[in-house]
């Protein structure tokens, strides 16, 4: 499996990006799906994931508290792609965003582990001006 992710920028604090995890070799439908981010001089974090399924629901999709309720993430199957709409973006949501991936079944206390992960995508670099 490999995973190419895409779509980061320079936008304005409140400003909206979406990013994308293309992948290949295996389907999105197979896949739990997660991107994390890394801003210089800290830690990689878990920012959301999306487990596996033909669907993102409420059921199957987690958000850190930092960006719940402004972050989205979605699958398109047609795509084979899974994005992660950002608005209402902060300065301090500048960082590397890498999409990461796995064929287990994550569940709540695993997900934000980036040692789960078996395939990542190079990152896609988001700053937020203020």
């Known amino acids: 499996v490999q995973l190419q992710a895409f779509g980061g920028g320079l936008v304005q604090t409140g400003g909206s990006l979406r990013l994308s995890c293309l992948a290949t070799g295996d389907t999105v439908e197979n896949l739990a799906i997660a991107w994390f981010r890394q801003a210089p001089g800290k830690e990689r974090e878990w920012v959301s994931c999306?487990?596996?399924?033909?669907?993102?629901?409420?059921?199957?999709?987690g958000y850190a508290a930092h960006v719940k309720g402004r972050f989205t993430i979605s699958k398109d199957n047609a795509m084979n792609t899974v994005y992660l709409q950002m608005n209402s973006l902060k300065p301090e949501d500048t960082a590397d965003y890498y999409c990461?991936?796995?064929?287990?079944?994550?569940?709540?206390?695993?997900?934000?582990?980036?040692?789960?992960?078996?395939?990542w995508g190079q990152g896609t670099e988001v700053t937020v001006s203020s």
């Open positions: 999306v487990g596996r399924g033909v669907r993102s629901t409420a059921g199957n999709t």
């Open positions: 990461a991936a796995t064929s287990s079944n994550l569940i709540v206390t695993s997900r934000g582990n980036p040692n789960n992960y078996d395939y």
